[in-house]
């Protein structure tokens, strides 16, 4: 071998060596070659690859086992091209890779340390990104995870149903990446389990996401191929807010035996994570939620402004939210998933605790007859037990044209959602024992619509004017077919003249108004939040 053959050889070698376990250097901080790829050992039991040249996450490993399929173990939405790469160490044994893609704007952080088989991380996002969407995801092998959430199994089925993410097995039995959400607010570690392994996404505090604490979003999907983990930080399913541009997260990663790891605090990542602030460099608010509500529905109050998102539940009347970045905030008062009262605008500084106090009743039941609750859900209507894990078409539903209902049935008679080209119109049957001399008001709730769909009401001789049912929301989004009823929460009033109601039996019509079509469950629709029926 020549001296220059040599020369480059053993160049070479220790460049390899460097990245590989110069990682490990204790006593000082090191940054590898932006061009090579970096490697860590948890020393534990995980190890993990960074491609020198895209970022991406290529491999991933537990015991010695490859978990990764097709070289994808984690990567920001579908990878970069190229990337600027680089990795810090620290005298602890830990290492910081920041994989840095300046034209979209985005910036991976990923931070592991020894005995400790959990990979952190964070995305920096600086702008707004096209399309508009922002996800870590990590796709494994299906051979080595077994176990994952049984109605986001995608694999083995025989055709598509909607979209290019909604499918159903020979049986007609659905499933979907959609059908794994969790709300945000009782959002817990997810992921998927075999042989030995697990590997699981802790979310962190979601802080800047968006959507509040009752937004959803897939989180896992074994596709047959593939079971793809995903963390979502933004995304337009039914999103009823702006991205938040800035450092999303901490999130983590972590393999396991196969046991879900608990929730627990990343604060320590602020020393380490470029922008992410410590507790103290943050502060919080509290204060007092009374109202109608108590005693019936579940308090919550939520933050919401261009420095994040944060929530708390009421408790005796009071609530408390800790760990809140310096700002102005919106503070908003939930009873269920429905807002009530006036919000108020709170401002946060770092170490202080602010103060508001908020208030909010629920819209009054209905005298002659009500149907649901005023919660912001469709709970106890027909099919909302299922409507999170199943598609509408799926034959584990109850039918979603049951006829004529009689209000004296409840609510579980009537269908949680009604669709134009598929339920429309529905038929409620009432008595009354007398006509009330200035009519009847009826209120519709809905949690949401889509296409525009909105209801319209006819009675007797009355049918409802245009002008009381404006256009529901317009979120660009499926919702109820992606097993989530979160929209933009809406109330229809009716005044129904006495002239068009009669003692005894009464037959009303409710029908989707909408100037948009649309097919089979795809049609313009609504969600259910309660009805209710008063004397004018």
């Known amino acids: 071998m020549s001296q220059r053959k040599r020369t480059r050889v053993l160049a070479a070698a220790s460049i390899a060596a460097a990245v590989a376990v110069g990682l490990g250097f204790v006593g000082r901080e090191q940054l590898a070659s932006a061009a090579a790829n970096v490697a860590f050992d948890s020393g534990t039991g995980m190890s993990f690859l960074v491609n020198g040249t895209t970022g991406t996450m290529t491999s991933l490993k537990h015991n010695g086992v ?38 979209i704007g985005v910036t991976q952080y990923y931070y592991a340390r020894k005995n400790d088989n959990t990979v952190y991380m964070a995305t920096n996002i600086a702008k707004t990104l096209n399309p508009n969407e922002a996800r870590f995801i990590t796709r494994l092998k299906p051979s080595l995870l077994t176990t994952s959430p049984t109605a986001a199994k995608t694999g083995g089925t025989t ?19 959609f059908y794994s959400s969790q709300r945000l607010i009782a959002q817990k570690p997810f992921g998927a389990s075999g042989n030995g392994h697990g590997v699981y996404i802790i979310p962190g505090t979601q802080e800047m996401a968006s959507g509040g604490p009752f937004f959803r979003d897939i989180e896992v999907n074994d596709t047959g191929s593939a079971v793809n983990i995903t963390h979502y930080m933004f995304s337009g399913h039914q999103q009823t807010e702006a991205l938040r541009t800035g450092l999303h997260g901490p999130y983590a990663m972590a393999l396991t035996d196969g046991t ?6 990343l604060d320590f990542l602020s020393a380490y994570i470029p922008g992410l602030l ?5 502060g919080g608010v509290s204060g007092t939620a009374t109202g109608s509500w108590r005693g019936t529905q579940t308090g919550t109050v939520a933050l919401a402004g261009t420095n994040g998102q944060y929530w708390g539940t009421v408790k005796s009347g009071a609530f408390v939210i800790g760990h809140v970045r310096p700002g102005t905030y919106t503070a908003t008062l939930y009873a269920g998933e429905l807002a009530v009262g006036t919000t108020k605008s709170v401002t946060v500084t770092a170490g202080g605790t602010a103060t508001v106090a908020l208030s909010g009743d629920l819209p009054a039941a209905g005298t002659l ?28 539903m109850a039918s979603w044209t049951p006829g004529t209902i009689d209000v004296s049935a409840g609510a579980a008679a009537l269908p949680m959602a009604e669709f134009k080209a598929t339920n429309s119109p529905l038929a409620l049957k009432f008595n009354l024992t ?36 404006p256009a529901s929301a317009n979120l660009n989004s499926r919702g109820v077919t992606r097993g989530t009823w979160r929209g933009v929460n809406a109330t229809y009033t009716f005044t129904i003249p006495a ?21 089979g469950f795809l ?7 309660a009805l209710a029926l008063d004397p004018a």
């Open 434 to 469: 007398t006509v009330p001399t200035t009519g009847a008001r009826l209120r519709i709730a809905i949690t949401g619509g889509f296409a525009g769909g909105r209801p319209a009401v006819s009675i007797g001789t009355f049918t409802s004017p245009a002008s009381a049912s």
């Open 260 to 265: 879900t790891p608990e929730l627990h605090s």
């Open 369 to 396: 007859f009500q149907l649901g609750a005023f919660d912001g859900t469709p709970s106890g209507f027909r099919n909302a037990d299922k409507i999170e894990t199943m598609h509408p078409s799926d034959p584990r």
């Open 523 to 529: 049609s313009p629709n609504f969600v259910f939040d």
């Open 66 to 103: 490859e978990l990764a399929a097709s070289g994808a173990a984690g990567q920001f939405e579908s990878g970069f091209k190229a990337a600027t790469v680089s990795s810090k160490t620290f005298g602890n044994g830990s290492v910081l890779v920041t994989v840095a893609e300046t034209t």
């Open 278 to 282: 410590s507790n103290a460099q943050r």
């Open 159 to 177: 055709k598509t149903v909607e979209g290019e993410d909604v499918f159903a097995f020979s049986n007609g039995q659905t499933a979907s990446k």
């Open 499 to 519: 002239a068009a109601l009669k003692a005894g039996t009464n037959t009303m019509s409710i029908s989707v108004l909408s100037g948009s079509s649309g097919e």
